[in-house]
């Protein structure tokens, strides 16, 4: 989804694209069908598409530019709506992440978006969407990926980031999945910009049972929190919910191991995966 885009903003990338298929289908006079056909797609494929619930192929867009007659137009909108295609409501805070100075996370059941490998990434989405064509999941999988890049530029934020010890033992995908999560943890954090902390079973009840993320942005603008619900996420600026998951985060701090003694945690939970 294009940042300037007007009438299609409030629509997830899919979405967006799918409008602009029907749009397209329905000046040419073209069915479904018709155009599944003359695209080698079925009618159910087409019909996916334009209700956004998959993202269109390469090859479909490709085959829209040759029936539309819209040479490039439709492959060039496939790729920004591939590079932006989030739900509308996590894209206000990959925003402020690719702006922020410190990012403050606490993983309560999960490893973090931006520190998950491509085969634990793809369990989590298989697991929660099982129903969803292989092909839905990897564009998931690939936009999970590549949120990696606000660690690789020229200044990047420090990112310091509790785990619960669970996020260690609990088996996604497979013992080698797992095995490849931790050595990828170990690499990550031999970074200047990034600290991990384990929070251990043995600390007894967590300050937060549910994961939350906390941006900082320096002395430009506030401190922002972001936490999200089965179904949705919110970014919250007020300031007296801010300074009370600071708070928090300074207590999960303080029941966590240091991060010399959570690294070899991680490197022992890791050979367990090996066994």
Same mark, same amino acid.
């Given at each position: 989804?294009?940042?300037?885009?007007? *009438?299609?903003?409030?629509?997830?990338? =899919?979405?967006?694209?799918?409008?602009?298929?029907?749009?397209?289908?329905?000046?040419?006079?073209?069915?479904?069908?018709? #155009?599944?056909?003359?695209?080698?797609?079925? /009618? /159910?494929?087409?019909?996916?598409?334009?209700?956004?619930?998959?993202?269109?192929?390469?090859? %479909?867009?490709?085959?829209?530019? &040759?029936?539309?007659?819209?040479?490039?137009?439709?492959?060039?909108? &496939?790729?920004?709506? =591939? $590079?932006?295609?989030?739900?509308?409501?996590?894209?206000?805070?990959?925003?402020?992440?690719?702006?922020?100075?410190?990012?403050?996370?606490?993983?309560?059941?999960?490893? +973090?978006?931006?520190?998950?490998?491509?085969?634990?990434?793809?369990?989590?989405?298989?697991?929660?969407?099982?129903?969803?064509? #292989?092909?839905?999941?990897?564009?998931?999988?690939?936009?999970?990926?590549?949120?990696? $890049?606000? +660690?690789?530029?020229?200044?990047?934020?420090?990112?310091?980031? !509790?785990?619960?010890?669970?996020?260690?033992?609990? +088996? !996604?995908?497979?013992?080698?999945? +797992?095995?490849?999560?931790?050595?990828?943890?170990?690499?990550?954090?031999?970074?200047?910009?990034?600290?991990?902390?384990? #929070?251990?079973?043995?600390?007894?009840?967590?300050?937060?049972?549910?994961? %939350?993320?906390?941006?900082?942005?320096? *002395?430009?603008?506030?401190?922002?929190?972001?936490?999200?619900?089965? !179904?949705?996420? /919110?970014?919250?600026?007020?300031?007296?919910?801010?300074?009370?998951?600071?708070?928090?985060?300074?207590?999960?701090?303080?029941?966590?191991?240091?991060?010399?003694?959570?690294?070899?945690?991680?490197?022992?939970?890791?050979?367990?995966?090996?066994?």
């Amino acid at each position: 989804m294009a940042d300037d885009w007007s *009438d299609g903003a409030h629509l997830t990338g =899919a979405a967006y694209f799918g409008t602009e298929v029907r749009a397209w289908r329905t000046d040419r006079g073209l069915s479904q069908r018709e #155009l599944g056909e003359k695209a080698t797609y079925g /009618q /159910q494929y087409v019909a996916k598409v334009e209700a956004g619930e998959r993202l269109a192929s390469p090859e %479909f867009a490709a085959a829209c530019d &040759r029936i539309f007659g819209t040479p490039g137009t439709f492959a060039r909108l &496939r790729r920004q709506v =591939a $590079q932006r295609g989030y739900p509308e409501w996590f894209e206000p805070y990959l925003r402020l992440e690719q702006r922020a100075t410190v990012i403050l996370d606490y993983s309560s059941n999960l490893i +973090m978006g931006v520190l998950q490998t491509e085969r634990y990434a793809n369990a989590v989405f298989r697991k929660a969407h099982p129903r969803d064509e #292989l092909d839905v999941t990897a564009e998931k999988v690939t936009r999970r990926l590549k949120r990696r $890049q606000v +660690m690789e530029r020229e200044n990047p934020p420090l990112l310091w980031v !509790i785990i619960d010890e669970s996020c260690l033992r609990r +088996m !996604i995908g497979s013992p080698e999945v +797992m095995r490849e999560e931790m050595a990828h943890l170990l690499k990550e954090a031999e970074s200047p910009h990034v600290t991990l902390q384990v #929070l251990p079973f043995r600390s007894g009840a967590p300050a937060s049972q549910l994961p %939350f993320i906390v941006l900082r942005f320096g *002395d430009e603008e506030p401190d922002v929190l972001y936490v999200e619900n089965p !179904i949705s996420g /919110q970014v919250i600026d007020s300031p007296a919910i801010v300074a009370n998951a600071n708070v928090t985060y300074e207590r999960l701090r303080a029941d966590a191991l240091s991060p010399s003694d959570s690294l070899d945690l991680i490197r022992e939970v890791m050979e367990e995966w090996t066994r």
